[in-house]
């Protein structure tokens, strides 16, 4: 005898109400979980957003002093006007490149450093110039630095100064540079004789002694071999040595 397959009743649908139910508790999840998310980064970003106003914007941590260091030709107040930076500025926010940019165009000033202290404290510090020679003129004495940069004006030369006379004398000058680079160069038992550099161009630098003696150097270089020789020469009388050309020196 043939069995016949029962046939299995079909699940029945569940109702369309339990299927709205059931959206809905999922969307509402998805919404709990979205407002969650967002009030914890509303947590954090709030103390974020307050540090930054009164970082960036109160008056709490703002520029209340400038601090000049090392500065002695210039003035703490031609620094601080040369810094530019309005009363009340918050200190996170001073641009310590455009106030070093600034102040370093004050003729004396050879190098600044600017850096805050918190809480309002803009602290510069200053390296000026220090004089390797000076340019006697009408109104006093032009003091030049290694460079050739003009940066002050004396009354006479200071002690410990060699008189420079170059026809342009300034960083872009050729002759200034070259006589400034040979007097540099000399050793301190011949440096501490000469009192006038003298260039009519940069091939022909003339150092003039204390005692009214003339090396005549020519141009830069060769500084060992040349100084050896005026060294030797001036304990001899001559009024005149040039040591321009090492391989032959000429005496008068």
Same mark, same amino acid.
């Given at each position: 005898? /043939?069995?016949?397959?029962?046939?299995?009743?079909?699940?029945?649908?569940?109702?369309? /109400?339990?299927?709205?139910?059931?959206?809905?508790?999922?969307? =509402?999840?998805?919404?709990?979980?979205?407002? *969650? /998310?967002?009030?914890?980064?509303?947590?954090?970003?709030?103390?974020?957003?307050? !540090?930054?106003? %009164?970082?960036?914007?109160?008056?709490? !941590?703002?520029?209340?002093?400038? +601090?000049?260091?090392?500065?002695?030709?210039?003035?703490?107040?031609?620094?601080? +006007?040369?810094?530019? %930076?309005?009363?009340?500025?918050?200190?996170?926010?001073?641009?310590?490149?455009?106030?070093?940019?600034?102040?370093?165009?004050?003729?004396?000033?050879?190098?600044?450093? %600017?850096?805050?202290?918190?809480?309002? /404290?803009?602290?510069?510090?200053?390296?000026?110039?220090?004089?390797?020679?000076?340019?006697?003129?009408?109104?006093?004495?032009?003091?030049?630095?290694? =460079?050739?940069?003009?940066?002050?004006?004396?009354?006479?030369?200071?002690?410990?100064?060699?008189?420079?006379?170059?026809?342009?004398?300034?960083?872009?000058?050729?002759?200034?540079?070259?006589? !400034?680079?040979?007097?540099?160069?000399?050793?301190?038992?011949?440096?501490?004789?000469? *009192?006038?550099?003298?260039?009519?161009?940069?091939?022909?630098?003339?150092? !003039?002694?204390?005692?009214?003696? +003339?090396?005549?150097?020519?141009?830069?270089?060769?500084?060992?071999?040349?100084?050896?020789?005026?060294?030797?020469?001036?304990?001899?009388?001559?009024?005149?040595?040039?040591?321009?050309?090492?391989?032959?020196?000429?005496?008068?």
């Amino acid at each position: 005898m /043939t069995s016949v397959p029962t046939r299995r009743p079909l699940p029945r649908p569940a109702p369309v /109400t339990d299927l709205t139910d059931r959206a809905e508790a999922g969307r =509402s999840a998805r919404r709990s979980h979205r407002l *969650r /998310t967002a009030g914890k980064g509303l947590l954090l970003l709030v103390p974020v957003l307050g !540090l930054a106003w %009164v970082l960036l914007a109160s008056t709490w !941590l703002a520029v209340d002093r400038v +601090q000049v260091v090392g500065q002695a030709r210039v003035t703490a107040a031609q620094v601080e +006007q040369a810094a530019a %930076v309005a009363d009340g500025t918050a200190l996170a926010r001073v641009d310590t490149t455009a106030v070093e940019r600034r102040i370093s165009r004050l003729a004396p000033v050879a190098d600044v450093e %600017v850096t805050r202290s918190w809480p309002g /404290t803009l602290r510069v510090e200053v390296t000026e110039r220090v004089a390797a020679a000076g340019v006697v003129g009408p109104g006093g004495v032009t003091l030049v630095d290694a =460079s050739g940069v003009l940066f002050a004006t004396e009354r006479s030369l200071p002690a410990g100064v060699v008189r420079l006379q170059v026809h342009s004398p300034g960083p872009d000058d050729e002759t200034t540079r070259a006589a !400034l680079a040979v007097h540099r160069s000399l050793p301190a038992e011949l440096g501490r004789r000469v *009192r006038i550099v003298r260039a009519a161009s940069p091939s022909a630098v003339v150092l !003039l002694t204390s005692d009214g003696k +003339q090396v005549v150097w020519g141009r830069p270089g060769d500084t060992p071999t040349k100084a050896a020789a005026a060294l030797a020469l001036l304990r001899t009388d001559s009024a005149v040595i040039d040591v321009s050309a090492p391989g032959v020196v000429v005496r008068r």
